[in-house]
């Protein structure tokens, strides 16, 4: 009579564990998919398309960036910052303008003539955002990257841009000897890559901050206030704002003040 209980009692412990053993792999699971749903995939370097680009890049990258930004892009003390995750976008920024390779070390690396072609920017951007990741260019070029509402651009610029490059491109002082460049004849690229890369004293602007249609409206106003098309209050008077405007205004101030004071000698 007692047998039976005990096997019941059995039984009923073994089904209690295979129970909460299973209960325990479907909540092992659940949690699993909800941190592969939830969770972002860590940014990793993939190779490029073409990998014969990547190639040609790795030359060039041999001759011209190695020996400041180390075979591996760690980066070479007091010589160049390390090259992973900066992206192709940081790269084309600063080949295509000039600044790299860089002639020495300094408070702001200045722009000059482009050292590689267009052809070599490519592929030496495409070397690094193969073998260190980061942001990447879109795919448009030219005139493709200007946005169709440079009103809502203008409006973009002033909020975020004009602080230091001026209200409209013309650039400006900033501190411990640096500046703002001007955005007279920057290409559409050179500024799309500006914005995603966030260069020197620049900050980089995330899709968070500024969708890529408001980058492209921020281009479209910058180029139509540089090629001279959009100049609502009149005279630019060179574009540089109320330091301009001020000065003129002072000049004719003084000069009508002299003017009025020599004709009532006159008059006396």
């Not at 860590?42 to 990258?61: C, N, S, W």
């Not at 009103?151 to 703002?180: I, M, P």
């Not at 008077?237 to 101030?253: C, D, N, T, Y």
Request: proline share 7%; glycine share 14%.
């Amino acid at each position: 009579m007692t047998t039976q209980p005990k096997k019941r009692r059995g039984r009923t412990k073994l089904r209690r564990r295979v129970a909460g053993l299973l209960a325990l792999g479907i909540a092992l699971m659940g949690v699993g998919a909800l941190y592969s749903v939830l969770v972002p995939e860590p940014q990793t370097a993939q190779a490029q398309q073409d990998p014969v680009m990547v190639r040609e890049g790795a030359k060039i990258y041999n001759n011209t960036c190695i020996s400041c930004h180390g075979a591996n892009l760690e980066g070479v003390k007091d010589r160049g910052p390390s090259l992973i995750g900066v992206g192709e976008a940081s790269v084309y920024f600063q080949t295509s303008t000039g600044r790299m390779p860089a002639v020495a070390q300094s408070a702001q690396i200045p722009e000059k003539p482009r050292v590689l072609s267009p052809q070599e920017v490519d592929a030496v951007s495409a070397y690094v955002q193969a073998n260190g990741g980061g942001v990447e260019m879109p795919e448009e070029k030219g005139a493709a990257l200007r946005g169709e509402d440079p009103a809502r651009g203008g409006e973009l610029f002033r909020f975020n841009c004009a602080s230091c490059h001026n209200f409209t491109g013309r650039g400006g002082a900033l501190s411990s000897g640096k500046e703002a460049p001007a955005l007279d004849g920057v290409a559409e690229e050179e500024m799309y890559a500006a914005m995603l890369s966030g260069p020197q004293n620049m900050p980089r602007f995330s899709e968070r901050q500024l969708s890529p249609e408001e980058k492209k409206d921020i281009i479209a106003y910058v180029k139509s206030v540089t090629d001279g098309n959009n100049n609502p209050g009149g005279s630019p008077i060179g574009g540089l704002g109320p330091q301009s405007e001020g000065f003129i205004a002072f000049v004719v101030g003084i000069a009508a003040l002299l003017g009025i004071t020599l004709w009532i000698g006159a008059k006396h």
